[in-house]
Protein backbone atom coordinates (compact mmCIF):
# COMPACT_ATOMS: atom_id res chain seq x y z
CA UNK A 1 0.00 0.00 0.00
CA UNK A 2 0.92 3.29 -1.38
CA UNK A 3 -0.21 6.69 -0.71
CA UNK A 4 0.12 10.64 -0.73
CA UNK A 5 -2.62 12.57 0.55
CA UNK A 6 -3.62 15.30 2.45
CA UNK A 7 -4.06 14.68 6.39
CA UNK A 8 -7.44 16.16 6.59
CA UNK A 9 -8.92 13.46 3.86
CA UNK A 10 -7.46 10.47 6.73
CA UNK A 11 -8.25 12.54 9.76
CA UNK A 12 -12.24 13.07 8.76
CA UNK A 13 -12.39 9.08 8.24
CA UNK A 14 -10.34 8.12 11.45
CA UNK A 15 -12.98 10.66 12.88
CA UNK A 16 -16.40 9.56 11.16
CA UNK A 17 -15.93 5.95 12.81
CA UNK A 18 -13.60 6.60 16.01
CA UNK A 19 -16.92 6.61 17.96
CA UNK A 20 -17.52 3.11 16.74
CA UNK A 21 -14.16 1.08 17.78
CA UNK A 22 -14.45 -1.52 21.02
CA UNK A 23 -13.16 -0.60 24.39
CA UNK A 24 -12.67 -4.31 25.33
CA UNK A 25 -9.79 -6.06 25.59
CA UNK A 26 -10.58 -9.03 25.25
CA UNK A 27 -11.17 -7.89 21.27
CA UNK A 28 -8.00 -6.53 20.39
CA UNK A 29 -8.93 -6.53 16.65
CA UNK A 30 -11.89 -4.26 17.22
CA UNK A 31 -9.67 -1.60 19.18
CA UNK A 32 -8.91 -0.68 15.63
CA UNK A 33 -9.92 1.10 12.52
CA UNK A 34 -9.35 -0.82 9.22
CA UNK A 35 -8.59 1.15 6.58
CA UNK A 36 -8.99 -0.37 3.00
CA UNK A 37 -6.69 1.68 0.25
CA UNK A 38 -8.75 1.56 -2.82
CA UNK A 39 -7.56 3.50 -6.74
CA UNK A 40 -10.48 5.90 -5.97
CA UNK A 41 -11.05 6.11 -2.34
CA UNK A 42 -10.30 5.63 1.55
CA UNK A 43 -12.99 3.05 3.15
CA UNK A 44 -12.72 3.12 6.79
CA UNK A 45 -14.55 1.08 8.74
CA UNK A 46 -14.90 0.46 12.75
CA UNK A 47 -17.18 -2.09 14.54
CA UNK A 48 -17.97 -2.82 18.27
CA UNK A 49 -19.75 -5.98 17.14
CA UNK A 50 -23.23 -3.97 17.69
CA UNK A 51 -22.33 -1.59 15.24
CA UNK A 52 -19.97 -2.61 11.63
CA UNK A 53 -19.49 1.07 10.48
CA UNK A 54 -18.00 2.27 6.85
CA UNK A 55 -17.26 5.85 5.52
CA UNK A 56 -15.92 6.39 2.23
CA UNK A 57 -14.03 9.22 1.57
CA UNK A 58 -13.47 9.52 -2.53
CA UNK A 59 -9.79 9.65 -3.71
CA UNK A 60 -8.92 11.77 -6.91
CA UNK A 61 -5.24 10.95 -6.94
CA UNK A 62 -2.32 10.06 -4.60
CA UNK A 63 -3.03 6.39 -4.55
CA UNK A 64 -0.33 4.34 -5.91
CA UNK A 65 -0.60 1.01 -4.87
CA UNK A 66 -3.69 -0.52 -2.80
CA UNK A 67 -3.99 -2.45 0.38
CA UNK A 68 -5.36 -2.68 3.62
CA UNK A 69 -4.46 -2.32 7.16
CA UNK A 70 -5.24 -1.24 10.52
CA UNK A 71 -4.34 2.15 11.44
CA UNK A 72 -2.35 2.59 14.42
CA UNK A 73 -2.94 4.29 17.40
CA UNK A 74 0.39 6.00 17.19
CA UNK A 75 -0.63 7.43 12.76
CA UNK A 76 -4.07 8.41 14.35
CA UNK A 77 -2.31 11.10 16.95
CA UNK A 78 0.42 12.07 14.52
CA UNK A 79 -2.37 12.80 11.71
CA UNK A 80 -3.88 15.17 14.01
CA UNK A 81 -0.73 16.98 14.20
CA UNK A 82 0.45 17.85 10.99
CA UNK A 83 -1.21 19.60 7.98
CA UNK A 84 -0.90 19.53 4.30
CA UNK A 85 0.26 16.33 2.07
CA UNK A 86 1.41 13.47 3.82
CA UNK A 87 3.01 9.95 2.65
CA UNK A 88 2.17 6.79 3.77
CA UNK A 89 4.23 3.11 2.61
CA UNK A 90 2.97 -0.46 4.32
CA UNK A 91 6.54 -2.25 3.98
CA UNK A 92 4.93 -5.63 5.79
CA UNK A 93 4.31 -4.80 9.26
CA UNK A 94 5.88 -1.64 8.97
CA UNK A 95 4.18 1.69 8.19
CA UNK A 96 6.34 4.37 6.56
CA UNK A 97 4.97 7.54 7.43
CA UNK A 98 6.39 11.18 6.11
CA UNK A 99 5.12 14.51 6.30
CA UNK A 100 6.86 17.97 6.51
CA UNK A 101 9.99 17.91 8.48
CA UNK A 102 8.44 14.29 9.88
CA UNK A 103 10.01 10.98 8.70
CA UNK A 104 8.47 7.72 11.33
CA UNK A 105 8.25 4.26 10.82
CA UNK A 106 5.27 2.66 12.90
CA UNK A 107 4.39 -0.77 13.60
CA UNK A 108 1.08 -2.54 12.64
CA UNK A 109 -0.46 -4.84 14.34
CA UNK A 110 -2.02 -7.89 12.66
CA UNK A 111 -5.18 -9.39 13.46
CA UNK A 112 -7.61 -12.22 11.54
CA UNK A 113 -10.73 -11.59 13.28
CA UNK A 114 -11.99 -7.93 12.55
CA UNK A 115 -15.35 -8.56 11.38
CA UNK A 116 -16.20 -8.64 7.54
CA UNK A 117 -18.66 -6.57 6.35
CA UNK A 118 -22.43 -8.62 6.58
CA UNK A 119 -23.90 -10.31 4.23
CA UNK A 120 -27.52 -10.85 3.12
CA UNK A 121 -30.72 -9.48 1.23
CA UNK A 122 -32.11 -5.90 2.19
CA UNK A 123 -36.06 -5.64 2.91
CA UNK A 124 -37.47 -2.88 1.74
CA UNK A 125 -35.91 0.41 2.00
CA UNK A 126 -37.55 3.43 4.01
CA UNK A 127 -36.43 7.21 2.75
CA UNK A 128 -35.80 9.31 6.10
CA UNK A 129 -33.31 12.44 6.96
CA UNK A 130 -31.64 12.39 9.70
CA UNK A 131 -33.82 15.42 11.24
CA UNK A 132 -36.90 13.00 10.89
CA UNK A 133 -35.69 9.90 12.60
CA UNK A 134 -33.73 11.69 15.48
CA UNK A 135 -36.45 13.90 16.29
CA UNK A 136 -38.28 10.71 16.49
CA UNK A 137 -35.53 8.94 18.29
CA UNK A 138 -35.44 11.89 20.71
CA UNK A 139 -39.25 11.87 21.68
CA UNK A 140 -39.56 8.42 22.26
CA UNK A 141 -35.95 6.53 23.26
CA UNK A 142 -36.19 8.63 26.62
CA UNK A 143 -38.25 5.62 27.81
CA UNK A 144 -36.15 2.91 26.67
CA UNK A 145 -34.86 0.88 29.74
CA UNK A 146 -31.25 1.36 30.33
CA UNK A 147 -30.85 -1.92 32.57
CA UNK A 148 -29.63 -5.21 31.36
CA UNK A 149 -32.49 -6.80 33.41
CA UNK A 150 -35.01 -7.27 30.18
CA UNK A 151 -32.20 -6.05 27.12
CA UNK A 152 -35.24 -6.19 24.55
CA UNK A 153 -36.53 -2.66 26.70
CA UNK A 154 -33.28 -1.40 25.53
CA UNK A 155 -34.42 -1.02 22.41
CA UNK A 156 -37.43 0.97 19.74
CA UNK A 157 -39.79 -1.54 18.14
CA UNK A 158 -40.42 0.08 14.84
CA UNK A 159 -43.09 -1.28 12.43
CA UNK A 160 -44.94 0.19 9.26
CA UNK A 161 -48.56 -1.34 8.05
CA UNK A 162 -51.46 -0.14 6.29
CA UNK A 163 -50.44 2.97 6.19
CA UNK A 164 -48.83 4.02 9.91
CA UNK A 165 -45.34 3.88 10.54
CA UNK A 166 -45.28 3.12 14.42
CA UNK A 167 -42.68 3.58 17.04
CA UNK A 168 -43.02 2.00 20.70
CA UNK A 169 -40.20 2.46 23.60
CA UNK A 170 -41.20 1.13 27.46
CA UNK A 171 -38.97 0.16 30.28
CA UNK A 172 -41.97 -0.76 32.15
CA UNK A 173 -42.84 2.07 34.17
CA UNK A 174 -43.14 4.65 31.38
CA UNK A 175 -44.23 3.81 27.57
CA UNK A 176 -44.39 6.25 24.46
CA UNK A 177 -45.69 5.52 21.49
CA UNK A 178 -45.53 7.37 18.26
CA UNK A 179 -47.94 6.67 14.79
CA UNK A 180 -47.43 8.66 11.67
CA UNK A 181 -49.52 8.51 8.80
CA UNK A 182 -46.76 6.78 6.21
CA UNK A 183 -46.96 4.58 3.69
CA UNK A 184 -44.27 1.98 5.10
CA UNK A 185 -44.02 -1.49 5.03
CA UNK A 186 -41.76 -2.75 7.70
CA UNK A 187 -41.94 -5.61 9.84
CA UNK A 188 -41.61 -5.38 13.58
CA UNK A 189 -37.98 -4.56 14.73
CA UNK A 190 -36.34 -3.46 17.82
CA UNK A 191 -33.53 -1.49 17.38
CA UNK A 192 -30.66 -0.90 20.18
CA UNK A 193 -32.10 2.74 21.19
CA UNK A 194 -28.67 4.33 22.29
CA UNK A 195 -27.08 2.72 19.32
CA UNK A 196 -29.50 4.27 16.75
CA UNK A 197 -29.16 7.63 18.26
CA UNK A 198 -25.38 7.85 18.30
CA UNK A 199 -24.88 6.66 14.57
CA UNK A 200 -27.90 9.41 13.35
CA UNK A 201 -25.73 11.84 15.22
CA UNK A 202 -22.62 10.42 13.13
CA UNK A 203 -24.39 11.42 10.08
CA UNK A 204 -23.78 14.87 8.13
CA UNK A 205 -26.85 17.30 8.80
CA UNK A 206 -29.48 17.70 6.50
CA UNK A 207 -28.49 14.17 4.75
CA UNK A 208 -30.91 11.85 3.23
CA UNK A 209 -30.46 8.05 4.24
CA UNK A 210 -31.56 5.02 3.16
CA UNK A 211 -33.03 2.13 6.24
CA UNK A 212 -34.20 -1.59 5.84
CA UNK A 213 -33.76 -4.77 7.56
CA UNK A 214 -30.77 -6.79 6.55
CA UNK A 215 -31.91 -10.18 8.32
CA UNK A 216 -30.24 -9.96 12.19
CA UNK A 217 -28.84 -6.16 11.25
CA UNK A 218 -30.27 -3.06 10.25
CA UNK A 219 -28.54 -1.21 7.30
CA UNK A 220 -28.46 2.43 6.86
CA UNK A 221 -27.63 3.65 3.91
CA UNK A 222 -25.96 7.22 2.32
CA UNK A 223 -23.65 8.25 -0.10
CA UNK A 224 -20.85 8.16 2.16
CA UNK A 225 -21.48 5.98 4.57
CA UNK A 226 -23.06 1.98 5.04
CA UNK A 227 -23.65 1.22 8.82
CA UNK A 228 -24.82 -1.91 10.07
CA UNK A 229 -26.73 -2.54 13.14
CA UNK A 230 -27.38 -5.72 14.56
CA UNK A 231 -31.11 -5.87 15.99
CA UNK A 232 -32.60 -7.35 19.33
CA UNK A 233 -34.46 -10.39 17.96
CA UNK A 234 -36.30 -10.98 21.53
CA UNK A 235 -40.06 -10.84 21.25
CA UNK A 236 -40.89 -7.18 22.25
CA UNK A 237 -44.06 -7.42 24.70
CA UNK A 238 -47.18 -6.47 23.44
CA UNK A 239 -48.07 -2.68 24.16
CA UNK A 240 -51.51 -2.03 22.28
CA UNK A 241 -53.78 -1.99 24.97
CA UNK A 242 -51.51 -0.25 27.42
CA UNK A 243 -51.82 3.20 25.34
CA UNK A 244 -55.55 3.36 25.16
CA UNK A 245 -57.16 6.57 26.35
CA UNK A 246 -60.99 5.91 27.59
CA UNK A 247 -63.67 7.89 28.45
CA UNK A 248 -63.25 7.91 31.62
CA UNK A 249 -59.96 9.98 31.95
CA UNK A 250 -59.82 14.05 33.02
CA UNK A 251 -57.92 16.13 31.11
CA UNK A 252 -55.79 19.22 32.92
CA UNK A 253 -53.61 21.48 30.82
CA UNK A 254 -50.45 23.35 32.17
CA UNK A 255 -48.02 25.51 30.95
CA UNK A 256 -45.02 23.46 30.29
CA UNK A 257 -42.42 25.66 31.64
CA UNK A 258 -44.38 26.41 35.06
CA UNK A 259 -44.64 22.38 35.71
CA UNK A 260 -41.16 21.60 34.80
CA UNK A 261 -39.65 24.69 36.42
CA UNK A 262 -42.50 24.09 39.60
CA UNK A 263 -41.41 19.98 39.17
CA UNK A 264 -37.53 21.23 39.60
CA UNK A 265 -37.92 22.93 42.25
CA UNK A 266 -40.54 20.33 44.50
CA UNK A 267 -38.02 17.30 43.78
CA UNK A 268 -35.14 19.13 45.62
CA UNK A 269 -36.80 18.24 48.75
CA UNK A 270 -37.92 14.48 47.44
CA UNK A 271 -35.97 11.55 49.09
CA UNK A 272 -33.72 9.62 46.52
CA UNK A 273 -35.68 6.15 45.52
CA UNK A 274 -34.35 3.20 43.37
CA UNK A 275 -36.16 5.07 40.29
CA UNK A 276 -35.74 8.24 41.51
CA UNK A 277 -37.91 10.98 43.15
CA UNK A 278 -41.51 10.91 43.69
CA UNK A 279 -43.91 14.26 44.25
CA UNK A 280 -47.50 14.07 44.97
CA UNK A 281 -50.14 15.74 42.46
CA UNK A 282 -53.54 17.16 42.94
CA UNK A 283 -56.36 19.58 41.96
CA UNK A 284 -56.92 22.38 43.94
CA UNK A 285 -59.79 24.38 42.48
CA UNK A 286 -57.90 26.00 39.36
CA UNK A 287 -54.65 25.40 40.11
CA UNK A 288 -52.64 22.09 40.48
CA UNK A 289 -50.32 21.54 43.71
CA UNK A 290 -47.40 19.71 43.63
CA UNK A 291 -45.64 18.57 47.07
CA UNK A 292 -43.27 16.73 49.00
CA UNK A 293 -42.99 15.72 52.53
CA UNK A 294 -40.37 13.80 53.50
CA UNK A 295 -37.20 13.55 56.21
CA UNK A 296 -35.64 16.45 53.61
CA UNK A 297 -38.94 18.80 55.02
CA UNK A 298 -41.78 19.58 52.97
CA UNK A 299 -42.61 22.04 50.49
CA UNK A 300 -45.60 22.45 48.31
CA UNK A 301 -45.63 24.44 44.49
CA UNK A 302 -49.02 25.71 43.11
CA UNK A 303 -49.42 26.46 39.15
CA UNK A 304 -52.56 27.28 37.44
CA UNK A 305 -54.13 24.55 35.87
CA UNK A 306 -57.48 24.04 34.07
CA UNK A 307 -59.81 21.37 34.11
CA UNK A 308 -61.40 18.79 36.27
CA UNK A 309 -60.66 17.54 39.83
CA UNK A 310 -58.75 14.67 40.08
CA UNK A 311 -57.42 11.45 42.31
CA UNK A 312 -54.26 12.48 44.28
CA UNK A 313 -51.64 10.92 42.23
CA UNK A 314 -48.39 10.44 43.24
CA UNK A 315 -45.36 10.28 40.35
CA UNK A 316 -41.72 10.25 39.38
CA UNK A 317 -40.63 13.64 39.04
CA UNK A 318 -38.03 13.22 36.85
CA UNK A 319 -39.72 10.40 34.64
CA UNK A 320 -42.83 13.79 34.26
CA UNK A 321 -39.98 16.51 33.70
CA UNK A 322 -38.59 13.96 30.40
CA UNK A 323 -42.20 13.51 29.65
CA UNK A 324 -43.52 17.22 29.53
CA UNK A 325 -40.58 18.20 27.47
CA UNK A 326 -40.45 15.77 24.73
CA UNK A 327 -42.80 17.43 22.56
CA UNK A 328 -41.39 20.61 22.56
CA UNK A 329 -44.75 22.52 23.16
CA UNK A 330 -45.79 25.37 25.44
CA UNK A 331 -49.08 23.84 27.01
CA UNK A 332 -49.24 19.66 28.07
CA UNK A 333 -52.29 17.78 28.74
CA UNK A 334 -52.18 15.71 31.62
CA UNK A 335 -54.74 13.00 31.71
CA UNK A 336 -55.92 11.39 34.69
CA UNK A 337 -58.06 8.37 35.29
CA UNK A 338 -61.56 9.31 37.21
CA UNK A 339 -60.64 7.69 40.95
CA UNK A 340 -57.77 5.72 40.27
CA UNK A 341 -54.88 7.19 41.42
CA UNK A 342 -52.72 3.73 40.17
CA UNK A 343 -53.97 4.08 36.59
CA UNK A 344 -51.74 5.17 33.89
CA UNK A 345 -51.28 8.59 33.34
CA UNK A 346 -50.69 10.40 30.10
CA UNK A 347 -49.31 13.04 28.74
CA UNK A 348 -50.05 14.78 26.05
CA UNK A 349 -50.04 18.05 23.70
CA UNK A 350 -51.86 18.87 20.28
CA UNK A 351 -49.71 16.87 18.51
CA UNK A 352 -51.74 13.35 17.82
CA UNK A 353 -48.91 11.34 16.82
CA UNK A 354 -47.34 11.45 20.00
CA UNK A 355 -49.00 9.38 22.98
CA UNK A 356 -46.65 9.18 26.12
CA UNK A 357 -47.77 7.54 29.40
CA UNK A 358 -46.22 7.07 32.96
CA UNK A 359 -47.27 4.49 35.97
CA UNK A 360 -48.31 6.26 38.78
CA UNK A 361 -46.27 5.52 42.55
CA UNK A 362 -48.45 3.38 44.87
CA UNK A 363 -49.48 5.88 47.80
CA UNK A 364 -52.09 5.60 50.48
CA UNK A 365 -54.50 7.36 50.03
Given amino acids: ?????????????????????????????????????NTDNLEFIASDNEVYYKHVEPVAEGITKTGSFLIPFKLEDALRKVSGTVSLTLEGTTLKFEAKGIKASI??????????????????????????LLEIV?????????????PVLKGLNMSGQNGEFQVVSTDSYRLVKKVRKQAIELPALTIPTKTLKSVLESLEDEVDFAMA????????????QEIFIRLITS??????KL???????????????????ALE?????????????????????????????GENGEIEHFINAEGEEFTKTAMNAKYLITAVNA???????????????????????????????????????
Fill in 138 to 150: NQCGYASATSDTR
Fill in 243 to 261: AVIGDDYIKVKVNTKEITD
Fill in 213 to 224: PFGTQLIIKTDA
Fill in 265 to 293: TVMLFAEEKSKGKNVLLESKGDQLRISVK
Fill in 235 to 240: TYPDTS
Fill in 327 to 365: HKKSTTDLLFKKGKSEAPVFIMCDDETLVQLILPIRIKQ
Fill in 1 to 37: MQMQLNSKTIVNGINKVGRFKSKEKTKPALQFILLNV
Fill in 107 to 132: PVAVYNDFPKEPTGEAGPAIQFTKEQ
